[in-house]
């Protein structure tokens, strides 16, 4: 799928599920809320001990709920999202937030320019050939040593290239072995820190994954 397919389809799923995308998320899970806050919790305690003046892009923001989260931790953050919809819920929570309509691969703003990225479950429609684009814009706008933190459901099936498709009830996505996403993670100046893999809790469902890593200063590092 090209570029333009892939977002447009992706943007006009998001769109028509929206409201119910958002009222998912505010039902919860017990298990997976206390796992996922305690990852964002150390991906905003990795931003603070850097002790950037800029701010952190929460990219694919959806209804904003992790926008909103880091910014009660005392974190600058801003949310980014191809869904008008979506980006139109976010601000009804928090109209004093920042959220735009816009691009992971194009982001718009300048090289080194931001404290850290959280990618919760965005880069998951992202088709694999298109994801290196993504990787080499997230690095070019992290500033050195800046976290990424991303959330992605997950294949143990390590018989494929690192990914399988997902049949997702929204749109159409993709399910990764943790090494393979890491891999490419490295490959695009994110090196691993750590990882969790949440098992539960729905029987059937794939299992969701996080790796934590931060953006090397250099090549060479
Ligand atoms: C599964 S939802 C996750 C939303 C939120 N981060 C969360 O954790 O609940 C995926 C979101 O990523 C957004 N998204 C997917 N690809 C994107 C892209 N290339 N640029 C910006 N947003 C994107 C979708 O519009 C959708 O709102």
């Not at 080194?112 to 684009?133: C, K, N, Y």
């Amino acid at each position: 799928m090209g570029e333009n397919e892939a977002l447009d389809r992706t943007r006009r799923d998001y769109d028509e599920v929206a409201e119910l995308y958002d009222e998912m998320v505010r039902q919860g899970n017990e298990l997976t809320d206390a796992l996922s806050t305690a990852m964002v919790n150390a991906f905003a305690d990795l931003v603070r001990a850097g002790g950037s003046a800029a701010a952190v892009v929460d990219a694919g923001c959806g209804p904003g709920q992790w926008t909103d989260h880091l910014d009660r931790a005392g974190i600058q953050a801003y949310g980014v999202d191809l869904s008008p919809a979506m980006v139109a819920i976010a601000r009804r929570y928090r109209p004093d937030l920042r959220y735009e309509v816009g691009s992971m691969l194009h982001l718009g703003v300048g090289d080194e320019s931001i404290a850290g990225i959280l990618a919760h479950f965005s880069l998951i429609h992202t088709p694999p050939d298109l994801l290196p684009r993504v990787l080499t814009e997230f690095a070019r706008v992290v500033e050195p040593g800046g976290p990424l933190l991303v959330g992605v459901q997950v294949t143990d099936n390590a018989d494929t290239n690192g990914w399988v498709p997902y049949d997702h009830k929204a749109s159409p996505a993709y399910l990764w072995t943790l090494d393979a996403l890491a891999g490419q993670l490295h490959e695009h100046r994110f090196a691993e820190l750590g990882r969790l893999r949440i098992v539960g809790p729905v029987p059937g469902k794939p299992p969701a994954g996080y790796l934590l890593t931060r953006r090397i200063a250099t090549e060479g590092d």
